[in-house]
C-alpha cells in the first residue's frame, strides 16, 4: 500500500469546543470559521442554546452573540452532553459562576466519566455541585457567587484546570491553579487572544479578575489527534507521502509526533502563522522502519488522545513498546487500556495490561480479528489505521462512532491510500 495526497484534517475539537464557550461569553459577536462538524462540538452548541446564546452559520462562518461575562439565561431543560467530556465539565464551571442552576445528562459512557474532579474546586469557589450517583452524571451545578481559589489538581487534567478559570472569569474573580503536569492550554491562549490577563507557568496558570472579554474573530486549525491518525497510516506504508495543511501544532499537542519520530518515524512539521496564540503549520510524513520505545508518565498528557493509536502502531513496530503513568485513560469514553489490549489480542498481536499502560510486542505477522469498539471513536480510528494495511483482516463493529471527532475519516482514509 502507498500513500499520497495533501488532506486537510477536521477542525481542532478541544479548540472548537473553546471558542464556543468563550465566544458566548464576550461582548458582542463572534466569528468562527472551520468549526468541527462533529456529534461533540454539537453538543457544546446546543448547551450554549439552551443557555440563552444565539449560534448560527452563514456563509462558511459560525456566529456566536455574546452575552457577556454573566449573561446567560436558566435552561429550561437539562443540559444533554451526549459523549462530550469537555461540554460537561467546561460548561459547569461557567454555570457555577452563575445565578441559577443547572442539570447535566449525557449518554451512558459519559455518565460513567469521573466529574468528582471539577466538584472538589468549583465548590471550594463557592458554588453548589451535586452528583446524584456519587460520581459521573446527571450532575446539578448550582451556580453562586463565586470567590477567589488556589488549588492544585490531583489530577493531570485541562478539563478541570478549564472549569476553574471559567468559573472564575465569569465570576470576575482570581485563580490559581496547579497540576503534577502541564496539560493542554488552549483555554488560556484563547483567554488571552479576547484581551484576559492569563499568566502560566510551568505547570502553574492565573486568572486575574475580567470584566469582559472583546469577540474572537477566529479560523480553526486542524485537529493534531485527528492528523495523527493519518500520519500512522503513512508510516506504516510501503511508499509514498502524506502533507496535512493547517494543523494546530501547540508543543501540549504533539506528543505524538515527537513519539513517532523517536520511534524512527519520518514526520516534519513547519509553523507557518498564528491563530488566536495557537502555533499552526503543515505535517509530512512517509513511510518509515520503526522501532519500540518507552512513554513515560511525563509524556503522556502531551499525547493522551494518541495512545490507543501508538498501541496499534506499535504492533507493527520493531520491538517492545511500553506506556506507563497513563491511568487517565481507564476512564475515557472506554477503559482504553483494557479496550486496545483486548483489541490487540483478537486481532493477533501480543499486548499485555499494566495498571497504568500497556506493553505492545511488534510483529510483521498479519492481524485477522474482529475489533470491539465500544464506541470509544479513537479505538476504532486506531484499529481502522491496521485495517487499511495489506495482509491485515481487522473487521470493526461500529465504524460510525468516529463521527464524535473525524466525521470523514473512512473517506480520507481512502483518499490518501493506493
Not at 497513563?326 to 483478537?346: F, G, M, P
Amino acid at each position: 500500500m502507498k500513500v499520497a495526497g495533501s488532506i486537510r484534517v477536521p477542525g481542532d475539537k478541544s479548540l472548537s469546543h473553546r471558542a464556543l464557550i468563550l465566544s458566548a461569553l464576550a461582548d458582542g459577536r463572534s466569528r468562527v470559521r472551520a468549526l468541527l462538524e462533529s456529534h461533540d462540538v454539537r453538543s457544546t452548541a446546543a448547551a450554549l442554546t439552551a443557555l440563552g446564546v444565539s449560534i448560527a452559520g452563514r456563509d462558511g462562518e459560525t456566529l456566536i452573540d455574546g452575552r457577556g461575562r454573566r449573561g446567560l439565561r436558566p435552561p429550561a431543560l437539562d443540559l444533554d452532553c451526549g459523549n462530550s467530556g469537555t461540554t460537561a465539565r467546561l460548561l459547569a464551571g461557567v454555570v457555577a459562576g452563575h445565578p441559577f442552576r443547572a442539570r447535566f445528562i449525557g449518554d451512558a459512557s459519559l455518565s460513567r466519566r469521573p466529574m468528582r474532579r471539577i466538584k472538589q474546586p468549583l465548590e471550594a469557589m463557592g458554588a453548589t455541585v451535586e452528583l446524584e450517583r456519587g460520581d459521573g452524571l446527571p450532575m446539578a451545578v448550582h451556580g453562586a457567587d463565586l470567590h477567589s481559589v488556589v488549588w492544585t489538581n490531583p489530577v493531570a487534567s485541562a478539563q478541570t484546570k478549564s472549569a476553574i478559570l471559567l468559573g472564575a472569569l465569569v465570576a470576575g474573580v482570581r485563580a490559581e491553579v496547579s497540576e503534577p503536569a502541564p496539560t493542554r492550554d488552549h483555554t488560556e491562549r484563547l483567554l488571552g487572544a479576547m484581551g484576559a490577563s492569563v499568566n502560566t507557568d510551568g505547570d502553574r496558570v492565573v486568572i486575574e479578575p475580567v470584566a469582559g472579554l472583546a469577540p474572537l474573530d477566529f479560523d480553526v486549525p486542524g485537529d493534531p489527534s485527528s492528523a495523527a491518525f493519518l500520519v500512522a497510516l503513512a508510516l506504516l506504508a510501503d511508499g509514498g507521502e502524506i502533507e496535512l495543511p493547517n494543523v494546530a501544532l501547540n508543543a501540549r499537542r504533539v506528543g505524538f509526533f515527537e513519539i513517532a519520530r523517536r520511534m524512527g518515524g519520518a514526520i516534519s512539521s513547519i509553523v507557518e502563522r498564528d491563530a488566536a496564540g495557537e502555533p499552526v503549520g503543515t505535517i509530512r510524513a512517509t513511510p518509515s522502519p520503526l522501532r519500540g520505545t518507552i512513554v513515560a508518565g511525563s509524556d503522556v498528557p502531551a499525547m493522551i488522545d494518541e495512545l490507543v493509536l501508538l498501541a496499534c502502531v506499535a504492533a507493527r513496530a520493531e520491538g517492545v513498546t511500553t506506556v506507563q503513568g497513563a491511568q487517565e485513560l481507564r476512564v475515557k469514553e472506554s477503559d482504553r487500556i483494557a479496550t486496545v489490549v483486548q483489541n490487540l489480542r483478537a486481532v493477533g498481536a501480543r499486548a499485555e495490561e499494566t495498571p497504568d499502560g500497556f506493553v505492545v510486542e511488534g510483529s510483521r505477522g498479519p492481524l485477522r480479528g474482529h475489533v470491539r469498539t465500544h464506541g470509544d471513536h479513537r479505538v476504532a480510528m486506531a484499529f481502522g489505521v491496521l485495517a487499511s494495511l495489506p495482509g491485515n483482516d481487522v473487521q470493526i463493529d461500529d465504524r460510525t462512532c468516529v463521527a464524535v471527532s473525524y466525521p470523514g475519516f473512512w473517506d480520507d482514509v481512502k483518499r490518501v491510500t493506493r
